[in-house]
């Protein structure tokens, strides 16, 4: 009988590292039955999926408590399951707002808990480093800044690296799909969660109508996480006809849209390390419901919010965030970043740096390592808890 596992991806970006953990694994020729929560990656892998990303990618305090039964659902869901048929071992993939609290259910239920991608303990919420160390078996961080914040705790931390350094390495030189054929072109990612698109891509989309004023030949491609998003991002240019003449829109190639961007507006996330790892000049852009805005600078304690900047200690990419965050002062913004300035030149340099930072390739190898570890650890306790 194959081993069950456990697997809670909560997002995009986590069923991508997920995904890339579980091949990985699978390419060291073994095999587990998989469930739980995630998207196309972790489908692909072969795992049983109780709820998709595309249902469960929530962000923001209001959008958490709009979304509250969805929550509870899967919260009955997935205990009903684990009681039932409980799993050998559970792989939590970042997701904090429900994997922190899913882990101290699943150790009261006496099961062996890996975590993968550590909760940003270093931006807000600092007691969580203790919930981790309390509930979770081990834990599997991406930036090697992290280590350090749990060596007090007894913890089992590893750096294992960053997964985009794995995924982008000789991207580059792979085939490229094209939208359109101006110059120069401009990408925009309006973030994976239709939220953060209905909020967000309005504004960039009337940043782009000032940018075509000063470039008449300029191209615009929208970077869309799935069809949903893509639906909606068409809708709000054809919202925005005669003048939406010029626009793509690209399903699941954020990375190709990066690529051959000559600079690109970012909504803050994980997208804005795939550009700095690409090359691609970005402006950060972010703007939430104002309540959700005010809550958030409240709590979090980092200068910065982009990923790229935190990374790198400083500000190495312009970040426009709420109020600030105008079509005018966008298009302001990225103007230097069309052509060959210093300004451009100066962040191309600040890319080296934070790529140099993550580290070598290798990340989902040694991942997979690991779990393999845990699985025969919970493998052998529960031979030894048996009669």
Request: aromatic share 6%; with cysteine.
């Amino acid at each position: 009988m194959k081993p069950s596992i456990l697997i809670v991806a909560g997002d995009v970006s986590g069923d991508l590292h997920a995904g890339a953990v579980v091949r990985a694994w699978q390419q060291r020729g073994l095999n587990a039955e998989l469930w739980g929560i995630g998207g196309d990656r972790l489908r692909a892998a072969g795992a049983e999926l109780l709820y998709d990303v595309r249902q469960t990618a929530i962000m923001g305090f209001l959008e958490v408590l709009r979304h509250a039964g969805l929550v509870r659902r899967m919260w009955r869901d997935i205990l009903r399951r684990v009681e039932s048929r409980p799993p050998d071992l559970a792989i939590l993939v970042d997701y904090p707002g429900f994997n922190l609290r899913l882990a101290r259910a699943l150790k009261r239920r006496g099961l062996r808990v890996l975590y993968f991608i550590c909760p940003q303990v270093w931006a807000w919420h600092r007691s969580r480093i203790w919930t981790l160390a309390r509930t979770v078996d081990r834990l599997l961080v991406i930036f090697p800044f992290e280590r350090e914040l749990f060596r007090d705790t007894g913890l089992t931390v590893d750096f294992v690296g960053h997964p985009f350094v794995d995924e982008l390495t000789g991207f580059t030189t792979a085939p490229l799909a094209e939208w359109g054929s101006g110059q120069p072109r401009v990408g925009l990612l309006p973030g994976s969660r239709r939220q953060e698109v209905r909020r967000i891509l309005p504004i960039m989309l009337a940043a782009a109508e000032q940018i075509r004023v000063r470039h008449p030949n300029a191209a615009f491609i929208v970077a869309a996480a799935n069809d949903v998003t893509a639906e909606l991002a068409r809708r709000l240019i054809a919202q925005r006809s005669p003048r939406s003449v010029g626009f793509s829109v690209a399903v699941g190639r954020t990375r190709d849209v990066l690529r051959q961007a000559t600079a690109a507006w970012v909504t803050s996330g994980t997208a804005t390390l795939e550009a700095a790892l690409l090359d691609c000049p970005q402006v950060v852009v972010y703007r939430a419901h104002p309540l959700s805005y005010l809550l958030g600078r409240c709590l979090i304690r980092v200068p910065y919010i982009g990923m790229v900047n935190l990374i790198a200690g400083r500000g190495i990419c312009p970040e426009l965030i709420q109020h600030e965050a105008t079509p005018a002062r966008l298009a302001d913004v990225i103007e230097p970043l069309l052509t060959d300035t210093p300004q451009r030149q100066a962040m191309l340099l600040g890319y080296h740096e934070v790529h140099t930072k993550l580290g070598q390739p290798g990340a989902a190898a040694r991942a997979a390592e690991i779990l393999d570890q845990e699985l025969h650890a919970a493998l052998a306790q529960s031979h030894i808890a048996s009669p």
